[in-house]
């Protein structure tokens, strides 16, 4: 695990940036998996920006988002399809067909979840999955207690969690009990993360990610058994991290080979 922390969270999305367009650069063809939230805003307006000014060409990449909201169609304002075609696909050119999101409306939720399991298989697996991180730890929409064995299934949102998203809907309208979210063993297939995490709100369960017991009740904590994870925060969320100068000083003291930023 690489964590990097940076002054603000507009420089740590550049950093962000860079290893997204760079993975997609060496791998025209990459398999992305893509996070929701206002988190990776930044990133994807970057992203836009590369494609447009820099002809940072998306046309052969696969994606897959980590989830929706069980009962939001794809063109309700709250639901992660209308996220993500907001701020990331109207504005690229990926191919329509190789974007995946789980469907909100599955008439059967665990054949729409094999599926989407084994569409990641086919497609080979996960190159590069963004994620962020919720105040409870979660990932995806895996809440705490989720299985670090888990697969693409249905979850229950915390009361945390649907407090903490209540502001990407309607006036007295009700967040979603339910959600599909790839699995925790979903993500950690894949074959580099890249966690981002800014502000204070973050820093407790950032701390208990990176530096606690590996946990089901961190789900976050799980990337402590990836290979390949970077951490990416700003100082508000690296706050209580106890080696924070410990990060800092092997960041700005890499041997010059292997500087990938
Ligand atoms: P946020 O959500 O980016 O809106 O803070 C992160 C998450 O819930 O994973």
């Not at 990449?61 to 696909?89: C, I, Q, W």
């Amino acid at each position: 695990m690489e964590v990097i922390i940076l002054p603000t969270a507009e420089e740590a999305s550049e950093v962000a940036t860079r290893l997204v367009s760079r993975q997609i650069r060496e791998k025209p063809d990459s398999v992305l998996g893509l996070a929701t939230g206002g988190t990776p805003k930044r990133l994807y307006e970057m992203l836009v920006r590369m494609h447009r000014e820099e002809g940072l060409d998306l046309g052969r990449a696969t994606t897959f988002n980590l989830d929706e909201y069980v009962g939001l169609g794809p063109d309700h304002p709250a639901s992660y399809h209308r996220f993500m075609v907001k701020y990331l696909f109207s504005h690229v050119n990926l191919t329509r067909e190789r974007i995946h999101i789980p469907d909100g409306l599955a008439a059967d939720v665990p054949a729409h979840c094999a599926a989407y399991e084994q569409s990641i298989r086919e497609a080979g697996g996960i190159d590069l999955q963004i994620l962020g991180l919720g105040s409870d730890g979660h990932l995806g929409f895996n809440e705490p207690g989720s299985s670090l064995a888990s697969r693409t299934r249905i979850k229950t949102l915390t009361e945390r969690t649907r407090n903490d998203n209540a502001r990407y809907f309607g006036e007295g309208e009700e967040v979603p009990h339910h959600v599909i979210t790839m699995g925790l063993a979903t993500i950690a297939a894949s074959r580099m993360c890249l966690l981002l995490a800014f502000g204070k709100a973050k820093a407790e369960a950032v701390a208990a990610s990176v530096e606690g017991p590996v946990t089901a009740s961190v789900p976050g904590s799980l990337l402590q058994f990836h290979p390949r994870t970077k951490v990416l925060l700003d100082t508000e969320a690296a706050a209580l991290l106890t080696r924070a100068d410990y990060y800092q000083w092997v960041y700005n003291n890499k041997p010059a080979w292997q500087t990938d930023l």
